[in-house]
T-cell receptor, first 116, second 116 residues
Framework: GAVVSQHPSWVICKSGTSVKIECRSL??????MFWYRQFPKQSLMLMAT?????????EQGVEKDKFLINHASLTLSTLTVTSAHPEDSSFYIC????????????FGPGTRLTVL | AQKVTQAQTEISVVEKEDVTLDCVYE???????LFWYKQPPSGELVFLIR??????QNEISGRYSWNFQKSTSSFNFTITASQVVDSAVYFC?????????????FGGGTRLMVKP
């Protein structure tokens, strides 16, 4: 149980295009999902916290207009990187916290984005 | 503010050696949770352990053991008789009960290389 999927697992796009990454909790409902970014040989940095049905809360320094987050249901959150540039190339990881859970997060396998 | 420090950025050992990965944390929360994750080259985070701040008992799981010392704010991880498959980046993380969404704060990670 407690499986989180991400799609796509990797994507290569041209500079200026937008890319959407999906995060799904497959066998549980999640009121809260988290989006992290990881640059090579670095740690995971929280980008935003997304709650179902409400606006995401972004961490300092993360542009909300560039990284659009939608959490329309209890099993799906999406991250859209708009007008991607090479510096957005990174490994994006989502996690989901089950409803009524406390301090438990289940991580997706990650999405590797390369912007040419 | 929360902070997790993993002072060792890289450790290299020979197979069958024991190795300890250090983790020191800072938090003002009275209740908090500590985690260890393994990130193999594939990138997917593998959950290893979660420990709450009221449980200072050491834990052993096979070749893995954890030493939680609240007095020194440390939560160290030891691998006994290391194997090549243990090669990965290991992250220590902290989650408090006073911050919005119970977000995880990750340490910088320790890259463990186990040589045959």
């Amino acid at each position: 149980g407690a499986v989180v999927s991400q799609h796509p697992s990797w994507v290569i796009c041209k500079s200026g295009t937008s890319v959407k990454i999906e995060c799904r909790s497959l066998d549980f409902q999640a009121t809260t999902m988290f989006w992290y970014r990881q640059f090579p040989k670095q740690s995971l940095m929280l980008m935003a916290t997304s709650n179902e049905g409400s606006k995401a809360t972004y961490e300092q320094g993360v542009e909300k207009d560039k990284f659009l987050i939608n959490h329309a249901s209890l099993t799906l959150s999406t991250l859209t990187v708009t007008s991607a540039h090479p510096e957005d190339s990174s490994f994006y990881i989502c996690s989901a916290r089950p409803v009524l859970s406390y301090n438990e997060q289940f991580f997706g396998p990650g999405t590797r984005l390369t912007v040419l | 503010a929360q902070k997790v420090t993993q002072a060792q950025t890289e450790i290299s050992v020979v197979e069958k050696e024991d190795v300890t990965l250090d983790c020191v944390y800072e938090t003002r929360d009275t209740t908090y949770y500590l985690f260890w994750y393994k990130q193999p080259p594939s990138g997917e985070l593998v959950f290893l352990i979660r420990r709450n701040s009221f449980d200072e008992q050491n834990e052993i799981s096979g070749r893995y053991s954890w030493n939680f010392q609240k007095s020194t704010s440390s939560f160290n991880f030891t691998i006994t008789a290391s194997q090549v498959v243990d090669s990965a980046v290991y992250f220590c993380a902290l989650s408090g009960n006073n911050n919005a969404g119970n977000m995880l704060t990750f340490g910088g990670g320790t890259r463990l290389m186990v040589k045959p």
